[in-house]
């Protein structure tokens, strides 16, 4: 029977081979983080020093990294865009195409092309896109809520929402749409404040 010690570096083990598989660096550094902890546990208990040393080593980068994040301040913009005559956008849809298609399976790109478009970037870097259309009755129809892999922490779309709310402020809308069939992107969802209507399943409802 394995003692504490083997499964606590059974544990480590799969830990931070989870660590490696994220493609947000904060989350990556956090999971890693907790592996190389019990890693040095492993090694100090077993007197494995060359283990003990190297992820005592690794926990303290993974501190100080996570510490350089914590401190640093993003800087986003809300930049709307056309299709018409923009080069980037359609490359851009192109490049996160299949990644897209996980969050929105029914998603019809040539379709979208008709409502309007924002970019958000993060430290000038290009890292999501909100397609939505203007609807009577004060309601903004969202087609497409698309963050990128490396940034999908929410700081992204927490900023969209709280800036895009004063701009249609001026506009007399009050409320988002949103329809959704993928649970990861419903979870998304609910953590952005949206609610399921009771009397339409899959219709997610936010007042702005």
């Given at each position: 029977?394995?003692?504490?010690?083997?499964?606590?570096?059974?544990?480590?083990?799969?830990?931070?081979?989870?660590?490696?598989?994220?493609?947000?660096?904060?989350?990556?550094?956090?999971?890693?983080?907790?592996?190389?902890?019990?890693?040095?546990?492993?090694?100090?208990?077993?007197?494995?020093?060359?283990?003990?040393?190297?992820?005592?080593?690794?926990?303290?980068?993974?501190?100080?990294?996570?510490?350089?994040?914590?401190?640093?301040?993003?800087?986003?913009?809300?930049?709307?865009?056309?299709?018409?005559?923009?080069?980037?956008?359609?490359?851009?849809?192109?490049?996160?195409?299949?990644?897209?298609?996980?969050?929105?399976?029914?998603?019809?790109?040539?379709?979208?092309?008709?409502?309007?478009?924002?970019?958000?970037?993060?430290?000038?870097?290009?890292?999501?896109?909100?397609?939505?259309?203007?609807?009577?009755?004060?309601?903004?129809?969202?087609?497409?809520?698309?963050?990128?892999?490396?940034?999908?922490?929410?700081?992204?779309?927490?900023?969209?929402?709280?800036?895009?709310?004063?701009?249609?402020?001026?506009?007399?809308?009050?409320?988002?749409?949103?329809?959704?069939?993928?649970?990861?992107h419903e979870r998304y969802?609910?953590?952005?404040?949206?609610?399921?209507?009771?009397?339409?399943?899959?219709?997610?409802?936010?007042?702005?």
């Open positions: 029977m394995l003692d504490w010690t083997e499964w606590l570096g059974y544990v480590a083990s799969v830990v931070v081979a989870i660590s490696l598989t994220m493609t947000n660096i904060r989350r990556l550094r956090w999971i890693n983080l907790i592996g190389a902890i019990a890693f040095t546990i492993y090694g100090t208990v077993l007197q494995l020093y060359p283990v003990m040393i190297v992820n005592g080593f690794i926990v303290g980068i993974n501190i100080y990294y996570l510490v350089r994040i914590s401190l640093t301040k993003d800087r986003f913009h809300l930049m709307p865009i056309s299709w018409d005559t923009s080069i980037f956008l359609p490359r851009f849809v192109e490049f996160y195409a299949q990644d897209i298609s996980k969050y929105f399976p029914d998603v019809d790109f040539e379709d979208l092309r008709q409502y309007s478009t924002i970019v958000i970037t993060r430290n000038v870097v290009p890292v999501g896109l909100f397609i939505y259309e203007r609807q009577e009755h004060g309601i903004i129809r969202i087609h497409l809520d698309y963050e990128i892999p490396m940034y999908r922490d929410y700081e992204s779309s927490r900023y969209f929402f709280r800036e895009f709310r004063s701009l249609m402020d001026k506009e007399s809308f009050h409320t988002y749409i949103s329809y959704c069939s993928v649970p990861i969802l609910r953590r952005m404040k949206f609610t399921e209507d009771p009397d339409e399943p899959g219709c997610f409802v936010r007042k702005m």
